[in-house]
């Protein structure tokens, strides 16, 4: 079931109901939060990915506003676990996006993690020639492919990658490789479970501050707008 929230339709999964589902489906993953949320250039590209997960406290709270009690699911946590599936199941994964430096230390890290991990692929993401890189992902065939290539530049790559490829599935990612190469630490357990990790970057990263404001306050401010104002007000 999908929950519609400022025209984005969002699935309402659990976590391990997302999980479960993802490993019965093919196709695009979005990991949608409230800065992809201010382009609505990506309604259509959201509307028609195969599982919509809602990664950031404020989609979970624009939710709540229209009375659907849905859990956000971070993106990063929810990829990990994709990984982890697939090194249990014998299934394999390709990697594009991120500094070729962070690629590769991140392709390191999880198959030291993950001893029975199969990473057919991997793809820096300092690339112009996407012709090129999709027609190597076809020849490996990976059963999921993860994307960090920033949005929206990983969702467009995605849509072109999965007509290619129609028993893959494909997940963007973001900043996903930083963390797992371990160049970026991820938040603590207590921003994680307060929902504030963007917080906890923003303070470790303060340019990101830019990018983050005024895109959350003004996310809410629509949100309220569309669920309290009436329409043509």
Request: proline share 6%.
């Amino acid at each position: 079931m999908r929950a519609e929230l400022l025209g984005f339709k969002i699935d309402t999964f659990n976590f391990e109901n997302a999980v479960d589902y993802a490993k019965t489906i093919s196709g695009q993953v979005v990991t949608i939060n409230p800065e992809m949320m201010s382009n609505p250039d990506m309604i259509e590209i959201v509307n028609s990915a195969e599982l919509v997960i809602p990664d950031g406290i404020g989609v979970e709270l624009g939710l709540l506003v229209f009375g659907r009690n849905v859990r956000r699911i971070p993106g990063i946590q929810f990829a990990h676990r994709m990984i982890e599936e697939c090194a249990k199941d014998g299934k394999t994964v390709a990697l594009v996006g991120a500094k070729p430096e962070i690629i590769e230390k991140a392709c390191e890290n999880l198959k030291k993690e993950f001893e029975e991990l199969n990473i057919v692929y991997s793809q820096d993401g300092y690339f112009n020639d996407d012709d090129r890189v999709l027609s190597e992902l076809k020849e490996n065939n990976p059963r999921l492919v993860l994307c960090a290539l920033g949005s929206p530049k990983q969702e467009l790559f995605i849509i072109k990658a999965k007509k290619l490829m129609p028993e893959t599935l494909f997940i963007g990612v973001g900043g996903s490789f930083d963390v797992w190469s371990g160049v970026v630490e991820r938040a603590p357990e207590i921003y994680q479970k307060l929902g504030l990790e963007w917080l906890y970057r923003t303070i470790k990263e303060p340019q990101r501050f830019k990018r983050i404001f005024p895109a959350l306050p003004l996310f809410m401010l629509k949100v309220l707008r569309d669920r309290f104002v009436p329409k043509g007000v």
